[in-house]
């Protein structure tokens, strides 16, 4: 009972018109983003055109939801109250095969064996009715 | 391309500043009265002569322009102020620069009023801080859904990916913090003065890893203020002008990113060999990173003294930490570095206690601080602004 009352207090995404699809995907399971139909670049964050050749033709492309640690950090301190029983927690910076990073968070690792070019994929948590986050997890390396 | 005719020929006249501690009790705006009129005092310009103004960060944490200016009564023909954010300083003293120059106003005062610890704690990256809800995310990187909070936390990202990538370390990047101290340690305003050495850096605790406490700037209150005018006015000014020699602007793009130059592959950059050839604020200036005599940088987290020396030369990429050691960036070495102890020990008035410092360091007024011979001094920060000043 306490677990259905349990409410999800930590910050959700800032949604907008440009990254709703975005999100919607994400919903569905799928990790997507902006794909130019012109040069084929894939960018993120959502943008009204491609940085590249600025067409305003592009397609949400699936991608392989595959990538690699660039960077991390370990939260020692609680910006916000909902995060104060989960420090020491991690940010990881994702390489995603396809060349953008976003920022999310590695499950299913201890802190400390975090690794630079780690190879992770992509886990769908749904942490609310509406929003689902893509986090990550390590994959062996192949 | 830099604008050559404006070698010289502004300069800064007046500086100024309040007192600077934690938990003053006074408002902004009661702080930016105390460094505008000092800095006017300093100057010799009376109150009438100041007719324009730049304020750097003003509301919540700062006093906006529009209020300074009622409430102390100034009769301003420009002014102008920046987004809440520490990048802008030299980007105001530039912008006060044109305005003279092009005559839309004599002179102009550039400052910051801040109010940090009078503000509840969440402010920076926390539940009342609306960076990360900004459409495309923080400016520092934020993505608060993942708990990816404070410009604190953008600038660990980038001392990972460093260290990474140029296989170095925390007890390396030590030596930044612990040289400003000792600087500060000298000088009467700043607010922290106890030396410390690399292993009490290494104790101190982790507030977002692998950034230690120590690597972290102050949280305080307090202002300060430079009055800049046309070189031609300021020689029949009270005291010698601080020639604005040489600048360039603030960078923006994908391959920029506030704590980090291009090429080091954070966020949405790409991975590159960064080089940073002649800057254009050197070739305006008619000088290189061999004729500055003492460096100031926006040292709101130590890793950003590391970015800054390689963004504009003083070293290459992953040079930094081994520039760093052995006193070459403190006063008597062969690049002093933040000799007021900058944002990590002076105090957090957005790097302008900075600019008050290398006015006083080009008069010769720096006391047991000051730089022999100092002729050609700095301020470059890791994203890419930079003024070269002269005496
Ligand atoms: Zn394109």
């Given at each position: 009972?306490?677990?259905?009352?349990?409410?999800?207090?930590?910050?959700?995404?800032?949604?907008?018109?440009?990254?709703?699809?975005?999100?919607?995907?994400?919903?569905?399971?799928?990790?997507?983003?902006?794909?130019c139909?012109?040069?084929?670049?894939?960018?993120?964050?959502?943008?009204?055109?491609?940085p590249?050749?600025?067409?305003r033709?592009?397609t949400?492309?699936?991608?392989?939801g595959?990538g690699?640690?660039?960077?991390?950090v370990?939260?020692?301190?609680?910006?916000?109250?909902?995060?104060e029983?989960?420090i020491?927690?991690?940010?990881?910076?994702?390489?995603?095969?396809?060349?953008?990073?976003?920022?999310?968070?590695?499950l299913?690792?201890?802190?400390?064996?975090?690794?630079?070019?780690?190879?992770?994929?992509?886990?769908?948590?749904?942490?609310?009715?509406?929003?689902?986050?893509?986090?990550?997890?390590?994959?062996?390396?192949? | 391309?830099a604008?050559?005719?404006?070698?010289?020929?502004?300069?800064?006249?007046?500086?100024?500043?309040?007192?600077?501690g934690r938990?003053?009790m006074?408002?902004?705006?009661?702080?930016?009265?105390?460094a505008?009129a000092?800095?006017?005092d300093d100057?010799?310009?009376?109150?009438?002569?100041?007719?324009g103004?730049?304020?750097?960060?003003?509301?919540?944490?700062?006093?906006?322009?529009?209020?300074?200016?009622?409430?102390?009564?100034?009769?301003?023909?420009?002014y102008?102020?920046?987004?809440?954010?520490?990048?802008?300083t030299?980007?105001?003293?530039?912008?006060?620069a044109?305005?003279?120059?092009?005559?839309?106003?004599?002179a102009?005062?550039?400052?910051?009023?801040?109010s940090?610890?009078?503000?509840r704690?969440?402010?920076?990256?926390?539940?009342?801080d609306?960076?990360?809800?900004?459409?495309?995310?923080?400016?520092?990187?934020?993505?608060?859904?993942?708990?990816?909070?404070?410009?604190?936390?953008?600038?660990?990202?980038?001392?990972?990916?460093?260290?990474?990538?140029?296989?170095?370390?925390?007890?390396?990047?030590?030596?930044?913090?612990v040289?400003?101290?000792?600087?500060?340690?000298?000088?009467?305003?700043?607010?922290?003065?106890?030396?410390?050495?690399?292993?009490?850096?290494?104790?101190?605790?982790?507030?977002c890893e692998?950034?230690?406490?120590?690597?972290?700037?102050?949280?305080?209150d307090?202002?300060?203020?430079?009055?800049?005018?046309?070189?031609?006015?300021?020689?029949d000014?009270?005291?010698?002008?601080?020639?604005?020699?040489?600048?360039?602007?603030?960078?923006?793009g994908?391959?920029e990113?506030?704590?980090a130059?291009?090429?080091?592959?954070?966020?949405?950059?790409?991975?590159?060999?960064?080089?940073?050839?002649?800057?254009p604020?050197?070739?305006?200036?008619g000088?290189?990173?061999?004729?500055?005599?003492a460096?100031f940088?926006?040292?709101?987290?130590?890793?950003?003294?590391?970015?800054?020396l390689?963004?504009?030369?003083?070293?290459k990429?992953?040079?930094?930490?081994?520039?760093?050691q052995?006193?070459?960036?403190?006063?008597?070495?062969?690049?002093?570095?933040?000799?007021?102890?900058?944002?990590?020990?002076?105090?957090?008035?957005?790097?302008?206690?900075?600019?008050?410092?290398?006015?006083?360091?080009?008069?010769?007024?720096?006391?047991?601080?000051?730089?022999?011979?100092?002729?050609?001094?700095?301020?470059?920060?890791?994203?890419?602004?930079?003024?070269?000043?002269?005496?």
């Amino acid at each position: 009972m306490a677990e259905s009352e349990s409410r999800y207090l930590k910050p959700l995404p800032a949604i907008s018109s440009l990254n709703q699809p975005y999100w919607d995907a994400l919903k569905r399971r799928e990790l997507r983003m902006q794909q130019c139909d012109g040069c084929g670049r894939i960018w993120y964050p959502p943008s009204p055109l491609c940085p590249g050749c600025w067409s305003r033709k592009f397609t949400w492309t699936l991608l392989s939801g595959r990538g690699r640690v660039n960077s991390w950090v370990v939260f020692h301190q609680a910006y916000f109250h909902s995060y104060e029983n989960d420090i020491p927690y991690n940010v990881v910076e994702v390489e995603l095969d396809e060349g953008p990073r976003i920022l999310s968070n590695l499950l299913d690792v201890a802190n400390h064996d975090i690794r630079a070019r780690m190879p992770v994929e992509v886990y769908f948590d749904d942490v609310t009715d509406e929003i689902t986050l893509a986090k990550f997890k390590p994959r062996a390396s192949e | 391309m830099a604008n050559f005719d404006l070698k010289d020929r502004t300069a800064i006249v007046g500086v100024g500043n309040s007192q600077y501690g934690r938990r003053l009790m006074r408002s902004p705006i009661d702080l930016a009265a105390d460094a505008i009129a000092n800095a006017l005092d300093d100057s010799g310009l009376s109150r009438d002569e100041l007719d324009g103004m730049i304020v750097s960060f003003g509301s919540p944490i700062g006093a906006d322009a529009d209020a300074i200016a009622q409430l102390l009564g100034l009769k301003l023909r420009t002014y102008n102020q920046t987004w809440a954010h520490g990048r802008f300083t030299a980007s105001c003293i530039q912008w006060a620069a044109m305005i003279v120059n092009a005559g839309m106003a004599d002179a102009v005062a550039c400052l910051a009023s801040v109010s940090f610890s009078g503000m509840r704690r969440p402010m920076m990256g926390g539940a009342s801080d609306r960076e990360g809800a900004r459409e495309a995310g923080g400016g520092h990187g934020e993505d608060p859904a993942y708990g990816m909070t404070s410009p604190g936390a953008g600038a660990a990202l980038v001392a990972r990916r460093y260290f990474d990538r140029y296989g170095t370390n925390s007890r390396a990047l030590a030596s930044v913090p612990v040289a400003f101290r000792k600087h500060a340690s000298m000088n009467p305003a700043a607010i922290m003065r106890e030396p410390f050495d690399v292993e009490e850096h290494q104790q101190s605790r982790y507030v977002c890893e692998p950034l230690h406490l120590l690597d972290y700037c102050l949280i305080n209150d307090g202002a300060a203020c430079v009055i800049v005018t046309t070189s031609e006015r300021a020689r029949d000014l009270k005291q010698p002008p601080v020639y604005i020699s040489g600048m360039q602007g603030l960078p923006g793009g994908s391959e920029e990113f506030i704590w980090a130059y291009p090429g080091l592959g954070v966020v949405q950059q790409s991975v590159f060999e960064y080089e940073a050839g002649l800057q254009p604020v050197y070739k305006m200036a008619g000088v290189t990173p061999k004729d500055i005599d003492a460096l100031f940088t926006y040292d709101a987290f130590s890793i950003l003294a590391w970015i800054a020396l390689e963004r504009f030369g003083f070293c290459k990429p992953g040079e930094a930490p081994s520039f760093t050691q052995n006193g070459r960036i403190e006063i008597g070495g062969e690049l002093p570095i933040n000799t007021n102890g900058g944002l990590l020990s002076e105090a957090h008035i957005m790097g302008w206690n900075h600019q008050v410092e290398i006015v006083r360091q080009l008069r010769g007024e720096a006391g047991l601080r000051q730089v022999t011979n100092a002729e050609v001094i700095q301020w470059a920060n890791a994203y890419g602004d930079s003024i070269i000043y002269r005496k």
